[in-house]
């Protein structure tokens, strides 16, 4: 094996041991509190962004959230799956 070949590989297992640690956060506990309809206060604080960023994310088709007159709520079953399919789409990239 090649010196580069050894780095790409401590990297490789290096990205793969940070990867799971964030899998384990997004499955931390502090989700079981949340109600199971997000405004788009609670749905910023739950993923720690700004207010901004998750009416910004509300306007893509792909995103789980719908109108209610003003009002913009967000599924937290359907953020904690858009959640994971975001982090395995960076995981393919990696």
Known sequence: M???????QIVREE?????QKVK???NYSQSDSMPDVLTVQEA?????????KMYEL?????????REGRR????????????REKLSEKEVVM
Not at 58 to 66: G, K, L, R, Y
């Open 2 to 8: 090649s010196f580069e070949e050894t780095i790409r």
């Open 15 to 19: 990205n793969e041991e940070f990867l």
């Open 24 to 26: 384990d956060a997004l």
């Open 58 to 66: 509300s306007q893509h088709h792909d995103f789980p959230s719908w």
């Open 44 to 52: 910023a604080e739950y993923l720690r962004m700004g207010k901004s």
């Open 72 to 83: 913009v709520l967000i599924s937290k079953k359907g953020l904690d799956q858009y959640q």
